[in-house]
């Protein structure tokens, strides 16, 4: 049984910093490429980062470019997202994905490409 298991998310200030950490059960990471979602209340679940099982290609929206980093230690089955100046508009709920079939910069951003999610966990920022 797949599982992703996300955690770090809390209530920071604005320009905070916070480092969201998704581990992996019933899969291994280095065969798969990852991702982390947001979905704020009342909005469309969107693209934040993604990180090709290379570990060297990474996709970012252009809403956080900059100030997020995607990453990966395939050793520890944990995928991270660390995100700095936090804003009141990162305000979500944040998911990891995983998606066995490779992405490119075409579809890494579509949701119904990952087959693999976790429940998420919740940042909240405060201006």
């Known amino acids: 049984q797949v599982q992703l298991v996300e955690s770090g998310g809390e209530l920071v200030q604005a320009g905070a910093s916070l480092r969201l950490s998704c581990v992996a059960s019933?899969?291994?990471?280095?065969?798969?490429?990852m991702a982390w979602f947001r979905q704020a209340p009342g909005k469309e679940r969107e693209f934040v980062a993604a990180?090709?099982?290379?570990?060297?290609?990474?996709f970012y929206d252009d809403s956080v470019k900059g100030r997020v980093t995607i990453s990966r230690d395939n050793t520890k089955n944990t995928v991270y997202l660390q995100m700095n100046s936090l804003k009141p508009e990162d305000t979500a709920l944040y998911s990891c994905?995983?998606?066995?079939?490779?992405?490119?910069?075409?579809?890494?951003?579509?949701?119904?490409?990952?087959?693999?999610w976790g429940r998420g966990t919740q940042v909240t920022v405060s201006s």
């Open positions: 019933g899969i291994k990471i280095s065969w798969y490429d």
């Open positions: 994905a995983a998606t066995v079939n490779p992405v490119s910069d075409s579809n890494a951003t579509v949701a119904r490409e990952y087959e693999h």
């Open positions: 990180n090709r099982r290379t570990g060297t290609d990474t």
